[in-house]
């Protein structure tokens, strides 16, 4: 999606992520898969998530993202729930969080993938940061029925803030 058209549609202050393109296909092809989203994320282009940015959420090196994205198949058995993601940046390590994947109440925050950041330039009043070799921690396997094994790439991240928010 070119920039001016996710400026018109307020889809500026954000986290744009692909999750797992395999995974995706994976769903899709299943007779009874489904995918939802919510709570401040929209699905953009081909396939991405956007989830929008929390400012109230975020500070000194967290920047919080919010909104529900849930997939499930095969008859109830496979849920995954991916929400609320939070950069937790160290220097240049990433590390994405999100809420407990079984949406239970009150459950920690699991880290579910790592990764490199970089400063990718500044755009219309906003700073733009990505990570390229997001991959699986080993607390993120077991989200995924233990198919991927600890390091397994998962597609590309970019954030945009409002400038000077990268705190
Ligand atoms: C009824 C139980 C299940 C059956 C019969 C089943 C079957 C399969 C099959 C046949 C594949 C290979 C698909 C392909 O290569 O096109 C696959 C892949 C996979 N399954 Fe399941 N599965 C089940 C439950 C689950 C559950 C509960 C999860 C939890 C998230 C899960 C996650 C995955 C993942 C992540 C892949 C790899 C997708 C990829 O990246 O290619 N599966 N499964």
Redesign the pocket.
Known sequence: MEADEDARQGLVHGLRWGL?K??L??IR?MPDGRGSVGDGAVPVGTGDLFYAHDAERSGAGVWAFRGDVR?S???G????RVANPWLEVDDSSVVVSIEDPQARTDAPRVPLVAGTLRRLGDREGTEVWGSDDVALTAAGVE???D??AEGEPFEPLVAQLPLGRAG
């Open positions: 797992k395999s995974f296909d994976y092809g997939f198949g095969h008859f058995l496979l849920f995954v989200l995924f029925n198919v991927y």
